[in-house]
């Protein structure tokens, strides 16, 4: 009988990537994927570190396992990404029951092990170097870029996938723990990236999400006498038949070129959406982050973007209660949120994270409760944007890649030929609206009636007609 898996993955598109890619290598090795971890014979956790609070979630669910191990003594339990490099041993001691701990830049020895444990040799340990363990070519040797061939059995929507054009990051901002565990900035030759989106699209895949830590910073230098950058890469891409959308995410404000800018208002494959978290409006805060911009030189960078590219859709990312932020720090953020009349953002309270520079240098001084108070205010700030910036749709006809049933849908039974479908026009909004499940993984024209500041709710428009904008 084939073994069964389960993955269950946490953080960032990232690991959503690695699973794919886990799942389609282990599908290959003759697994079968199973929707649950009591009927999987190997249970892997595909785990962030970027705050502590998604740690002890981890540690919680592994010691729920243990009831597991015990009835079934044979199934393999492993903790893979980011966790897996931060914490290595720590995780066996925390959770004696774990047999295999392999890191970002280790997964494609994952099918070897497993077949070590299997014939009793766990539990494993595979990680990367440390980043000051060795030369910077033996630890970049140490962090592999995973890849392996795309299969659409692997992703929940076939017409969906993302793509990965760099892997670590070299900007240590002080708070982020992403460098150490995910190791330094590597890009992914343009060639390899084209091969894979070409496979991609003869697979069915028409909406291709680019994939970097600061994806703007792109360059390939493997072609001699030329740099090639993310607009060059987006000008490749656009070529090839049957892509319909290109994104590309998460970006650095410090890289976001004219150049880029242009393409992305010109390429009319190229989604006008930009994700560049700001993660503070106060220039004090924003040193001792070491994130290398102003406040006014990131306004000034939102005016660049919404000068070139017509109702270009930005949004971003902000830490509050960062070690040292006063009242006026905060409230620079605040004018920062109101000004850049985001799309959405995503709004976090600092975690200190052992091994990183605030963690050793800063003390975590913003008492618990302020970092509460500071974040429901923003939030309510920037959820507001949000309502009103989507109100703006309503009456209009919007082009949606459609996902699958909504939540709600999922939850009741089928009934008739219409479900609740859900789906996202080409700048990231969420859409709502009743139709026949068969549109999954199709773009089709829904009018919005109605809008919330996360969704638009709308009706299906199968006759196109002019007058309205699409998104
Ligand atoms: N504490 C809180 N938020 C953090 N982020 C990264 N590190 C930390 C931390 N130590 C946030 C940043 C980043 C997002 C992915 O997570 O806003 O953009
Ligand atoms: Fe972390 Fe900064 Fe790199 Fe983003 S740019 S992954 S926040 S170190």
Redesign the pocket.
């Known amino acids: 009988m084939p073994k069964r898996f389960y993955i269950e993955t946490v953080g960032?598109q990232m690991n959503v990537l690695d699973s794919e890619l886990i799942a389609a290598e282990l599908l290959q090795h003759g697994y079968e994927p199973v929707d649950s971890r009591s009927r999987a014979d190997v249970i892997l956790f595909n785990t962030c570190s970027?705050?502590q609070h998604a740690e002890e979630k981890i540690y919680s669910a592994l010691g729920r396992l243990k009831h597991i191990k015990r009835q079934r003594p044979g199934t393999i339990i492993g903790v893979i990404g980011c966790m897996a490099q931060k914490d290595r041993q720590r995780i066996f001691r925390r959770a004696p029951h774990v047999d295999i701990i392999v890191g970002p830049g280790r997964l494609s020895r994952l099918p070897e092990l497993l077949l070590q444990v299997e014939s009793g040799a766990g539990p494993l340990l595979e990680v990367s170097l440390d980043r000051t363990a060795g030369d910077r070519e033996s630890v970049r040797a140490s962090f592999e870029p995973y890849q392996f061939d795309r299969s659409a059995d692997a992703r929940p929507l076939p017409q969906q996938a993302i793509v990965r054009a760099m892997s670590g990051c070299d900007k240590f901002c002080t708070?982020?723990?992403v460098p150490s565990v995910r190791g330094p900035e590597q890009s992914r030759p343009a060639e390899r990236i084209e091969a894979e989106v070409r496979q991609l699209a003869e697979q069915g895949c028409i909406e291709v999400t680019l994939l970097g830590q600061t994806v703007n910073s792109y360059r390939d230098t493997t072609v001699a006498g030329r740099t090639l950058r993310l607009a060059d890469l987006l000008k490749r891409l656009h070529e090839i038949d049957g892509i319909e959308r290109l994104r590309f995410v998460t970006n650095h404000p410090r890289h976001m070129t004219d150049e880029l800018i242009e393409s992305v208002g010109t390429l009319p494959k190229v989604s006008p959406y930009f994700h560049v978290?700001a993660?503070s409006g106060s220039n004090r805060v924003l040193k001792r982050m070491n994130r290398g911009y102003t406040a006014q030189q990131y306004r000034e960078m939102l005016d660049r973007i919404r000068a070139t590219v017509h109702d270009a859709a930005i949004t971003s990312?902000?830490?509050v209660g960062f070690p040292g932020e006063t009242e006026d720090d905060y409230q620079q953020t605040v004018a920062l949120v109101q000004a850049g009349r985001f799309k959405n953002s995503?709004i976090?309270?600092?975690?200190?994270?052992p091994g990183t520079k605030a963690a050793e240098l800063y003390e975590d001084d913003v008492p618990y409760a302020v970092k509460q108070r500071r974040n429901n205010e923003l939030l309510a700030i920037q959820n507001a944007i949000s309502l009103e910036d989507n109100h703006r749709w309503v009456g209009r006809r919007v082009e949606v890649l459609v996902e699958g049933s909504s939540k709600v849908a999922r939850k009741r039974p089928f009934s008739g030929d219409t479900v609740q479908l859900v789906g996202r026009t080409v700048c990231d909004r969420i859409v709502v609206f009743d139709g026949p499940p068969e549109l999954a993984g199709r773009i089709i024209p829904v009018k919005i009636d109605r809008a919330e500041a996360f969704t638009l709710f709308g009706r299906l428009r199968l006759c196109k007609t002019q007058e309205e904008h699409s998104c």
């Open positions: 960032c970027v705050r708070y982020c723990i978290p993660q990312d902000f830490i995503f976090f309270k600092y975690s200190p994270r």
